[in-house]
T-cell receptor
């Protein structure tokens, strides 16, 4: 069964600190992996998209990594800001119309 | 750019009522889709469209209808609302399924 599991479920960090969110997947075939940020009461916003051949992709203070061999991805947030408080969703594409969504990691950045 | 616009933002329905959730995009995207988001679950695909006049079912299509008469609009119809349809609904558009999606801000629907 195609699944995307994210950890931790929730996380609290102090403003200015770094953090890393994890995503493990069992999705086949693999097309690409995406990270989205979802603010409370809003729709998800795309952060990165990585294909099989990409190991790292950055978007400002967000850096995603992908290990296709172990089927793991991580999202690293550097120098966190209060505005980073949100849910972060990992999504794996298995091809046309086959997006498998994780349940997200809820991040709270505390002042 | 407005992006993807969903209306209404909130709606309360009685069991058995019907309604239409509106979705419009101004990016000339061919691909549009509807998802529902429930607590503790990932987003699930309801229906999608790859262009005007073409629609197809997703993972959880029962109880919903869609149509795509123009590139810009992709309404979702609830035929006879049930409490199980209480959820947050998101419309998304893209230039293709292998590209990033632009999501609307969602419609929070409660069926009592």
């Amino acid at each position: 069964k195609n699944q995307v599991e994210q950890s931790p479920q929730s996380l609290i960090i102090l403003e200015g600190k770094n953090c890393t969110l994890q995503c493990n997947y069992t999705v086949s075939p693999f097309s690409n992996l995406r990270w989205y940020k979802q603010d409370t009461g809003r729709g998800p916003v795309s952060l990165t998209i990585m294909t099989f051949s990409e190991n790292t992709k950055s978007n400002g203070r967000y850096t995603a990594t992908l290990d296709a061999d172990t089927k793991q991805s991580s999202l690293h947030i550097t120098a966190s800001q209060l505005s980073d408080s949100a849910s972060y969703i990992c999504v794996v594409s298995a091809g046309f119309q086959k997006l498998v969504f994780g349940t997200g990691t809820r991040l709270l950045v505390s002042p | 750019n407005a992006g993807v616009t969903q209306t209404p933002k909130f709606q309360v329905l009685k069991t058995g009522q019907s309604m239409t959730l509106q979705c419009a995009q101004d990016m000339n995207h061919e691909y549009m889709s509807w998802y529902r988001q429930d607590p503790g679950m990932g987003l699930r695909l309801i229906h999608y469209s790859v262009g005007a006049g073409i629609t197809d079912q997703g993972e959880v299509p029962n109880g919903y209808n869609v149509s795509r008469s123009t590139t810009e609009d992709f309404p979702l119809r609830l035929l006879s609302a049930a409490p199980s349809q209480t959820s947050v609904y998101f419309c998304a558009s893209s230039t293709g399924t292998f590209y990033g999606y632009t999501f609307g801000s969602g419609t929070r629907l409660t069926v009592v």
